[in-house]
Every structure is written in C-alpha cells, then in structure tokens.
C-alpha cells in the first residue's frame, strides 16, 4: 500500500509541472501578443512619420525652387535696372554737354560783342 501514494504521488507532481508549463506558457502566449501589438501600433505610427517627413522633404524642394527662382529673377531685374540708370545718365550727360556748350557759345558771342 506505500508503493500506491508514491505512484499518486509522483502523477500529483507531474500534472502539477505540466500545469505550471500551461501557465508559462500562456503567460508567454500573452507577452508575446503584447509585444506584438506594439510592435503593430509602432509600425502605424513610423508609416505616419515617413509620410510626414515626404511632405516636408517636398515643401522644401519647392521653397528651394522659389528661392531659386526668385533670385535668378531679382538679379536680372537688378541687372535690368542698372542698365537704365546708366542709359539716363548717358543722356543726361549729354543734355548737360549740349547745355554747356550752348552756354559757352553764348559767353563767347557776349564776350566778342563786348570786346569789339
């Protein structure tokens, strides 16, 4: 009769390692399913970042373009301009040439009138 309890004895401690193992292992289940829905939620949320990161990365490949653009644009405008101020001031020295010697044809005419 002592060899019974050893036998129930040893299928006691047995059912009881094999339940301790289902336990384990369904806490392993249950982290493993957590990790995994992070690693899910994670994955959403970089899918978002990159498509942030796209839309900036193309805002400032326009705003370089503007920049670009506007400043190929202000340097002819510049240019442009400068051009004008010199084509004025061209005629103006011209005009005050004219102007001068009109001036000194006078005082030479008042100066010869004077003299004779």
Same mark, same amino acid.
């Given at each position: ?14 059912? #009881? ?26 994955? #959403? ?27 190929? #644009? ?33 005082? #030479? ?8």
């Amino acid at each position: 009769m002592s060899e019974v309890p050893r036998q129930g004895s040893q299928l006691d401690r047995i059912e #009881t390692s094999i339940d301790d193992l289902r336990s384990i292992n369904t806490q392993i289940l249950d982290r493993l399913t957590r990790m995994e829905e992070r690693q899910n939620v994670h994955a #959403t949320e970089m899918g978002k970042q990159e498509g942030r990161l796209d839309d900036h990365a193309q805002r400032i490949r326009d705003l370089e373009l503007a920049t670009a653009v506007a400043g190929s #644009t202000g340097d002819s405008r510049h240019q442009v301009l400068s051009q004008r101020w010199s084509m004025v001031g061209a005629v103006l020295l011209v005009a005050l040439g004219a102007c001068l010697s009109a001036g000194s044809e006078i005082i #030479t005419d008042l100066i010869g009138r004077g003299g004779s």
